[in-house]
């Protein structure tokens, strides 16, 4: 296992490749437009300019020729003022199209200034850079990307899909999931400290005589560019986040809509699928009793061994022996959800057989 100071040199290497991306080169690459920089009152230096995610993500009626994006050339932050921040490592992401740190490596090279290697050498160390990076649990510590919550606003439709699986029309507002037509998806926002960290789009089934299904179901899920689902944890965010107490972890968000919609008052967290960061498990063992409740399925069953077996010696496991062929998000009744909860097994129980 690694050290705090691994974690620690790691962080420090992520930071001095932060320190050395020249941000005018990014903005310049991908063809900024209507610039003009300005002081801050701290004495910082902002770029002005017309918003590049418009040209990925259309999000401006006039293309932004009025400009409403930034970036703080020292911060290495940038921001559209109505759709979305994050730092520069990020807005990589999104306009390549890639999902992760990893993915953008292999093209940073021409971003990045003080560079005194070769080609050859530049591209073996941020190999290794790399391999420490995913060696490595909780580096690249970057500030996590936000949306404006006006993104939502044309999603905010209710799809009868939600209804056939239980999900009232209120609960659905109240969590601000919508419909997004040209795709046929359900958009499922997540929010993180009170900030709107993207969205899934979840396909729908095909109901004949009643809705058409989406054109292209797979994946179920797709998930905005740089979807920290490594980092956080899905929640119902009309409530606060639970920091102490009794939760339940799930695999998807569609779970934790449905436990909302029936009104179970114990706290349920999803995990984004049955992959489980080290990140995740560290808050997880925050909590006094954790209840897992995995999908009844391998990838289910390898999650649940994984969260059992790092927080057993953390806190107090629990373990839902899940019905075949039902989640938590199939149960039609509260009586239903808590009574599989009652009925958890200690974590002994999952180790023992094991």
Request: net charge negative; with cysteine; charged share 25%.
């Amino acid at each position: 296992m690694r050290s705090a100071l691994d974690r620690l040199n790691a962080d420090r290497q992520y930071d001095e490749y932060r320190r050395r991306l020249d941000a005018r080169k990014v903005l310049d690459y991908y063809g900024m437009e209507n610039d003009h920089d300005e002081v801050t009152q701290t004495g910082e230096t902002e770029v002005i300019h017309s918003c590049l995610l418009d040209r990925i993500d259309r999000h401006h009626n006039n293309g932004d020729a009025h400009p409403s994006a930034s970036c703080n050339l020292e911060r290495k932050l940038y921001v559209c003022y109505s759709y979305w921040g994050g730092d520069l490592f990020h807005l990589i992401q999104k306009m390549e199209n890639k999902g992760s740190f990893a993915e953008i490596v292999p093209i940073l090279a021409p971003f990045l200034s003080d560079a005194t290697a070769t080609t050859d050498d530049f591209r073996v160390e941020m190999e290794r850079l790399l391999t420490e990076f995913l060696a490595t649990p909780g580096a690249y510590r970057a500030e996590l990307p936000s949306y404006s919550e006006r993104v939502l606003a044309p999603w905010a439709l209710i799809h009868p899909y939600l209804h056939e699986r239980g999900i009232d029309s209120d609960t659905a507002s109240r969590l601000q999931i919508g419909w997004r037509e040209d795709d046929n998806r359900i958009i499922i926002p997540h929010f993180w400290e009170g900030k709107l960290m993207g969205w899934q789009a979840r396909a729908v089934p095909e109901r004949p005589g009643q809705w058409p299904g989406t054109a292209q179901p797979n994946p179920k899920y797709r998930s905005t560019p740089g979807f920290p689902k490594a980092d956080t944890l899905f929640y119902d965010h009309s409530r606060s986040r639970p920091t102490a107490g009794s939760v339940v972890v799930v695999e998807s968000p569609f779970s934790v809509i449905k436990a909302a919609a029936l009104g179970l008052d114990t706290p349920v967290l999803a995990t984004f699928g049955a992959k489980v960061s080290d990140t995740q498990t560290k808050m997880l063992a925050d909590y006094d009793q954790v209840t897992v409740w995995a999908d009844p399925d391998t990838a289910g069953t390898l999650m649940q061994r994984r969260l059992v077996a790092a927080l057993h010696r953390e806190t107090t496991v629990r373990v839902v022996i899940p019905d075949e062929g039902r989640d938590l998000a199939d149960c039609e009744t509260l009586d239903d959800v808590k009574g599989k909860i009652e009925a958890a097994v200690p974590a002994v129980t999952v180790l023992a057989a094991q």
